[in-house]
């Protein structure tokens, strides 16, 4: 065990699907019955006290409980509050329930559907959101929090119990209006102090309540509520530690500070003045500092740091505690697991438990004195000099090629309307063409087969070969099914962005840099830590091998470059808009090569082009700028007659219409299906110009869409856009999906898109 200072030391939340994705196997057996809930159980309390003893080893004092969460932690808070829709029948806080809510279930032939999925923040980790209901009561049912507090209090009885604040959970919600989700602040507040007052009779000091949202442009309403609900929730004897995160409290600092609460929690990664803040605060409160950038893989430079704590320090001594910026539930677990990666790396990676280490050599460094830490802080030191020095971290050819890109306009030769015309002409395709978004199932065969692969058991012809098999497979379904546009499936790629990660200069890839993306699914961000290259085609053999099998048109299929750089982790001493330019470049000259080799139809995905939308309003216009000019850039140079495809999904378009039509993409595929097609109206709303596809299906849940689910919303699409610019697809791509489920959904999709087109024709 680490030495303790006497500065209190606390996360705000640590991943959980532990070590080797412990619990994602777990969750999909017991998904397909193969296991029960008992093992499960087992698995989950495994991964908790992992958790417990990372925690006491690196000396933290406060570990966090109830940042736990089998399925997602907004849906749990919905459950423990008795939030859901009355469509899920039960309201009953049990594990059951909770899948019920992000799988959905089918019910006598009826399909009842899941919540919502929604981007948290600006993180790609996606929560469930709830839906109120006006009549459906706040009705605590805390039994599995209680117990997961239990448990917790027995390995550490300073574990701190972690709740999603009263006005973060009504604020990110649905179903109500906006005033209507306010309406119900005050019975909720109730709710928590009821649990509250649980929680100190099980001898629980301090609890953390998550407010995020005010790092948001929070309308006032919201911000008026904040006081009332506190004096609501209070419970003398429990020590309510608020936090922040994400971004600065900005106007919103003298609000934070004053609330009835102990103690605040501020993200310093984006809070220029620390002293300010400990300025406004009441003599009796506790100052956390988030000053480790919880959304870094990178191994932190502690002595800056320490520089800017210092003053705190001496102003709030005991009072001052010290953290993460933000939960580290998005970073993957630990960096010990990364044998593999170059050793100028692997010395500079901090993952969640490297994190732990850090956070304690600060608060020995800021009691103790610099001198106490400084073997760790030469050590780091040598490690980044080392990263620094290596060529690939700056290479002038790549930066001569990009470094001129802001100052460009990058449009392509002809208007929409021009390049229209040229595709219809070389395409020839049906009103309301149908087509899907990209991927089809992931199957145990393929992955099982790339897995072979990776551990050398198959030669790069057997799993080329067996690629090729699944790709002519998949070009074959599509056929039967009907499909105007196909595509080859996607067999070949791990994941969109990792794919591409791997085939790219500057990037590495990791073994178990495994972040939850949502439920059991997770990504494994690539690594960016030189300038970005392309030396080689990276998909021009497989888009031109599907081609050959179709007299349809096949997409080519890439990720766009704002994607690939926001589900990477970025190297930290470069703009993102310098390393999305760089990725630009390369995307540029491998569509120029997909051009060149006879494909017609080029879907460039951007589904993190909403995510990486600032926080505050203030800081749009330069993101949107740039972003718009690294997609344009990437396929400025199609000829006309090369369709552009582009999708995204999880956003909310309102905010970024503008920007969306100015990328200026012949088709765009959105998701619209969760929300009850209520995103087009953006697009509607705004007369976008270009071909759109609304997801007429949901793919994110095991249910088979009927023509009768499926027409209506066609139906209603074509109310608001024109049929001559709409398209026919599902969602988003089919990977997580069985074939059982995708080729009866296709089937429907298709057989309504025939009867409208009729009707149209
Ligand atoms: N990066 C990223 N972010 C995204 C998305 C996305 O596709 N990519 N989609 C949106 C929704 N999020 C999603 C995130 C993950 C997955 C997903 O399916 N992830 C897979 C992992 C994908 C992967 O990297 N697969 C690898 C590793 C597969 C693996 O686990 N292999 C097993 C063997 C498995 C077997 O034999 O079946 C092993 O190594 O032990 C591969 O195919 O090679 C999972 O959790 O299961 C889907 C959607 C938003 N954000
Ligand atoms: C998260 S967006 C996914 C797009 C990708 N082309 C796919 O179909 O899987
Ligand atoms: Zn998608």
Aim: negative net charge.
């Amino acid at each position: 065990m680490s030495t303790s200072s006497n500065i209190i030391t606390h996360t705000l939340g640590f991943p959980r699907i532990g070590e080797r994705r412990a619990l994602k196997w777990a969750l999909e057996s017991h998904w397909r019955g193969e296991s029960s809930a008992q093992a499960l159980q087992a698995t989950a309390k495994s991964v908790r006290a992992q958790t417990f003893h990372a925690h006491k080893e690196s000396g933290i004092t406060h570990p966090p409980v109830g940042d736990f969460s089998f399925y997602d932690h907004m849906a749990d808070t919905a459950l423990l509050f008795g939030q859901v829709p009355h469509r899920f029948g039960s309201t009953a806080n049990t594990l059951d329930n909770l899948f019920t809510l992000g799988r959905g279930k089918n019910v006598a032939g009826q399909n009842i559907a899941p919540l919502a999925m929604k981007k948290w923040f600006n993180s790609n980790y996606h929560y469930l959101v709830p839906e109120l209901e006006a009549d459906q009561p706040i009705a605590l049912d805390a039994a599995r929090y209680l117990d997961l507090v239990r448990e917790a209090l027995a390995a550490n009885p300073a574990a701190k119990p972690v709740l999603v604040g009263p006005l973060t959970f009504l604020y990110l919600s649905r179903g109500l209006d906006e005033a209507g989700r306010l309406a119900k602040a005050e019975a909720l507040a109730a709710g928590y102090q009821l649990l509250l007052n649980e929680l100190k009779a099980l001898g629980v000091a301090w609890v953390q309540i998550d407010e995020p949202i005010l790092t948001l442009d929070l309308p006032a309403d919201w911000l008026q509520a904040f006081e009332p609900t506190y004096h609501r929730l209070k419970v003398p004897g429990i020590k309510l530690l608020l936090t922040t995160y994400f971004g600065d409290l900005n106007g919103n600092v003298a609000l934070a500070a004053n609330l009835p609460v102990d103690g605040l929690h501020i993200d310093a990664t984006m809070t220029r003045d620390l002293i300010a803040v400990a300025d406004r605060l009441p003599d009796y409160k506790v100052l956390s500092v988030g000053i480790l950038d919880g959304r870094s893989i990178w191994r932190a430079d502690l002595a800056p740091m320490l520089q800017r704590l210092a003053p705190v320090y001496a102003r709030l001594k005991e009072r001052l505690w010290l953290a993460p910026s933000c939960s580290l539930l998005h970073l993957p677990l630990d960096a010990a697991f990364e044998t593999k990666l170059p050793e100028f790396l692997r010395n500079n990676l901090s993952y969640a438990r490297q994190k732990l280490t850090e956070l304690n050599l600060l608060a020995r460094g800021l009691s103790e004195g610099l001198d106490s830490i400084a073997l760790e802080l030469n050590q780091a030191a040598a490690a980044r000099a080392e990263l620094d020095r290596q060529p690939g971290r700056n290479s002038s050819t790549v930066r001569a090629k990009t470094e001129t890109i802001a100052a460009t306009e990058p449009n392509r030769r002809g208007a929409f309307a021009e390049r229209a015309a040229a595709q219809q002409a070389r395409f020839n395709l049906p009103l309301l063409p149908t087509t899907t978004i990209g991927s089809f199932p992931q199957t145990h065969e393929i992955r099982a087969a790339r897995k072979a692969f990776k551990n050398r058991e198959l030669s790069e012809e057997q799993y080329e070969s067996s690629m090729k098999d699944e790709i002519r497979h998949v070009i074959e379904i599509q056929e039967k099914i009907g499909l105007d546009v196909l595509v080859h499936g996607e067999a070949e790629r791990n994941d969109m962005v990792e794919y591409f990660g791997e085939q790219l200069d500057g990037f590495a890839f990791t073994q178990e840099g495994w972040v939850q993306s949502y439920g059991s699914r997770c990504v494994k961000p690539p690594i960016i830590w030189g300038d970005v290259q392309r030396s080689r085609p990276m998909t021009v053999a497989w888009a031109r091998y599907a081609q050959s099998l179709s007299q349809r048109p096949v997409k080519g299929m890439l990720t766009g470059p704002v994607t690939i750089l926001f589900w990477s982790f970025v190297r930290d001493d470069l703009s993102r808009e310098a390393v999305c330019y760089q990725i630009a470049e390369a995307l540029r000259q491998e569509i120029n090569d997909l051009a060149a080799a006879g494909i017609g139809m080029i879907q460039v995905d951007e589904p993190a082009f909403r995510e990486g939308l600032p926080l505050r309003r203030k800081d749009w216009a330069p993101y949107l700028n740039w972003a718009v000019r690294a997609f344009k850039h990437a396929v400025v140079d199609a000829p006309n007659d090369v369709q552009i495809h582009t999708h995204m999904c999880y956003s909310e378009f309102n905010d970024i219409i503008e920007a969306i039509a100015a990328l200026d993409a012949d088709v765009i595929t959105i998701e619209t299906t969760r929300s009850n097609m209520k995103l087009l109206d953006a697009f509607s709303d705004f007369h976008y110009p270009n071909a759109i596809g609304p997801g007429i299906y949901d793919i994110h849940a095991p249910q088979i869409p009927t023509m009768e689910e499926i027409e209506p919303r066609v139906r209603l699409a074509l109310e608001k856009i024109p049929a001559e610019r709409l398209w026919i697809n599902p969602d988003c791509g089919l990977k997580t999906r069985g074939w059982k489920e995708v080729i009866p959904s296709l089937e429907a999709m298709v057989a309504v898109a025939r009867k409208l087109r009729k009707e149209h024709g």
